[in-house]
């Protein structure tokens, strides 16, 4: 990979923690996205101004149909012990251990396109995706 996002305006990062990892295998997360996220969970949170400090965002995987791969992001408020928690911004971020592996790599954008916008995950390691983002 030639390009490095870390320390990058407008990119935040989760490094996996997993052994051997490399810089390659941070998961990477743009501004667009994270505002997005941010938004996502403080209209949760008025919603249950109860529990204001026990909600967070999920990153997960769904089952997959013929080996396709499906991302998830949502919110959530439980903790399991096969969970990673990273924080970010002061938002607390969950993966499952399982999931962990396929954000490995991943860029979550948030994108608008027509009539159409939502979370896309692209591989760090696509040329098309580095000539995409390498005018940030």
Partial sequence: MDIIFRNIEGFDYIHPDVEGAEVSEDIIITASAMDVLVKQLNENIKKVVLYEDNFFIRFGMLPAEIGAKQYSIKIDNIINDFD???????????????????????????????????????????????????GF
């Fill in 84 to 134: 990673r928690v990273f924080e970010l911004k002061k938002i607390k971020i969950i993966i499952d251990n399982k999931s962990l592996f396929y954000f490995m790599g991943i860029i979550v954008d948030y994108v608008k396109y027509n009539d159409t916008e939502g979370f896309v995950f692209l591989d760090i390691s696509d040329p098309k995706v580095i000539d995409y983002y390498r």
